[in-house]
């Protein structure tokens, strides 16, 4: 169970978490968002300009704070690690008081036709430049680079900082809770990949859309690609017992869970058979699971 630490937090409040970066916490805590979505003004704290990643949900209040923590520079790039409504909602406002471009992730192909969870995306979102992984946005004394990281969405980009080695990890990794993986945008062969890619980078820090700043990044992958594959292995274990629903799968898998997440626990396993599915390990039919 995840434990929210208590009120007050610091809504609002421009906190310096290193010399480059000021964080402003958003307004809007939930199961999903812990304490709130975190927004980080990336840039020197005297100098001419800076960028803005995850302006966050489109509240008054919240961009007013962001706009504080600028403090009169000029905003070079609003920049979104993804569109879920809790991350990029703020940036068409921002954009228009400010006149700063928004560059980063892509906009999601929404598919009119198929289920795709539709409800959790931002359709206002409407970049002015899409980043491509390895791609950067260069101010006065700091380049932020694009990291492409699919998998908890499809269009999920990470911002690597490289005056410090920072990198802004958005929802693909963060310390207070697993990223969430809903099928069919969110892709759990995709995500496993995208965590063994920052395996493979030295990042010093993370700083993550939601919760506290994570000192130890690799080891805390390390234990997330570990977490992954136990509850793979432990759905292939359930499966070889007897066919299952995903319901009944997520009643064995988590037990004690939080009434409020188990539409996500599902989403979650079954984000695992599909990806089980493609590698040929299982099989479907009329709801139901299995071993082949
Ligand atoms: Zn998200």
Redo the contacts with the bound molecule.
């Keep these: 169970m995840v434990t929210i630490p208590p009120q007050p937090w610091p809504t609002g409040l421009a906190e310096a978490v290193e010399p480059l970066v000021l964080r402003v916490l958003a307004p809007n805590p939930s199961p999903y968002t812990f304490t709130g979505t975190q927004t980080y003004v990336v840039g020197v704290a005297d100098g001419p300009d800076c960028a803005v990643i995850d302006p966050g949900p489109n509240e008054a209040e919240h961009i007013a704070a962001i706009i504080a923590a600028v403090a009169g520079r000029t905003i070079t790039a609003i920049m979104c690690?993804?569109t879920?409504r809790?991350?990029s909602p703020a940036a068409a406002p921002l954009a228009e008081m400010t006149g700063a471009p928004i560059v980063g992730c892509a906009p999601l192909m929404l598919q009119v036709a198929g289920p795709r969870s539709d409800e959790?995306f931002d359709p206002t979102y409407s970049p002015d430049r899409v980043l491509a992984d390895g791609e950067a946005m260069r101010g006065t004394g700091w380049t932020l680079t694009a990291v492409a990281t699919p998998g908890?969405?499809s269009n999920?980009l990470c911002f690597a900082l490289e005056q410090s080695g920072a990198l802004f990890t958005?929802?693909h990794v963060m310390g207070w809770s697993t990223?969430?993986v809903i099928p069919p945008d969110g892709d759990m062969g995709d995500y496993m990949a995208s965590l063994e890619k920052l395996m493979a980078r030295d990042d010093v820090r993370y700083h993550s859309?939601h919760g506290a700043a994570i000192e130890k990044p690799k080891q805390l992958v390390r234990g997330m690609i570990g977490h992954r594959r136990q509850r793979e292995a432990q759905i292939l274990r359930l499966l070889g017992e007897a066919p299952r629903a995903i319901e009944s799968l997520v009643d064995e898998m988590y037990k004690g869970l939080d009434p409020r997440l188990t539409g996500a626990a599902g989403m979650s396993v079954k984000a695992h058979l599909l990806d089980l599915l493609k590698r040929g390990r299982v099989a479907t039919s009329d709801e139901e699971w299995s071993l082949r």
């Design positions: 690690t993804h879920h809790d991350h959790a908890h969405t999920h958005g929802d990223s969430v859309a």
